[in-house]
């Protein structure tokens, strides 16, 4: 049988992403699946009991990276790559990331069905911590693979109740014995939901994925000082809220004036939190990305010299550190050309775009050839419990990751 006349079967695609999302599933129909977490366990152990049954060889990295292998007719060729997360934020859709591990599955469960024997083994990667919503920063240990972080900066990532990643991977079994990046592939294919309104604005089925914009993230801890909110007049405060307040203002025109560069604070805490203590402390965490490095200097500058006056004003400190920088990247053209192939051979309208989130396949790149696949979701909404993908759309996102993987095989000859 041609490869390339093998398709993907939707309702089975759909069937394990509904069933899936019991794992940390939500009252509001998301999913809450904290990397590492026990729901994250049960997600693991589901995935490679299911691997396994297809006869794939399943191992895990150090850094809980799994990867599952099913054999080629060439033994000695690196293995084709197709992965994602199946990691979600806290209060996280059914699609983001899962789409990518799930329907990597179900591309291999149909080479599986029809005995298909591609000429290099087939992989499929789960990477751990994609989000960086529990341990900052995002994609973590697709980072340590690609040599970005070593092993120990991700072991000793602190969620924000002091658990180091770490010692949550050797709870929950998921600490494997291999080095990180020792897992060697030849080339990697991410499908994923765009998280953005483009595809479905402009009607096309299959985002084509050219590169992923630059990211920064830094974390701000402004001090005032506790004081008693009747007895204290208001010249007489030292607000971290109120200088918090300003400073997020001054991050969202950063964004605004540096379009189409968003600039976003997601997570805040205030202490001592009391309705009757004037705010003592407030740690919160700034989020700017542009596809421009130049403007992304610009965007940094610009929210650096936004702080001080306000903290002047406000007669409080602060202190601000960057914490992580992700360069924009560019995906590579052969594989980017089997997506193109894939999708037309299928008949799906596509559209060539950038990326506005970040992917593992961003670290990916550096070492190895790599690309995305993007599908629509409902209303551009991702990173929010009502993310939705429909069957037919996840199902043209299978079909194409499968005939960009055959068509990159077929090319090895
Ligand atoms: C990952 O989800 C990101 O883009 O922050
Ligand atoms: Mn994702
Ligand atoms: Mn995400």
Redesign the pocket.
Known sequence: MSGQNLTIDPERLWNMLMDTAKFGGTPKGGIKRLTVSDEDKQVRDWFKAQCEALGCKVEVDSVGNMFATRPGKNAKALPIAMGSHLDT?PTGGKF??VLGVLGALEALRTLHQAGYETNAPIMIANWTN????RFAP??LCSGVYAGVFTPDFAWSREDREGKKLGEELERIGYKGQAAPGSHKFQAMFELHIE?GPILEAEVKQVGIVTGVQG?RWYEVTVTGQEAHTGATPMLLRKNALLAASRMIDAIDKVGMDNLPGVASVGLIENRPNSRNVVPGEVFFTV?L?HPDEAVLDKMENAFRAALPPIAERTKVTFEEKCIWKSPAVKFAPELIDCVRFGADKAGYSTRDMA?????DAAYIARVAPTTMIFVPCEGGL??NEAESTSLAECASGAQVLLNAVLEYDRRLG
């Not at 994609?130 to 919503?133: A, D, M, N, T």
């Not at 990326?355 to 992917?359: D, I, L, P």
């Open positions: 934020q983001d990331g994609e989000e960086g919503s995002a994609m998280q990211m989020d990305r990326s506005g989130a970040g992917h991702s990173h």
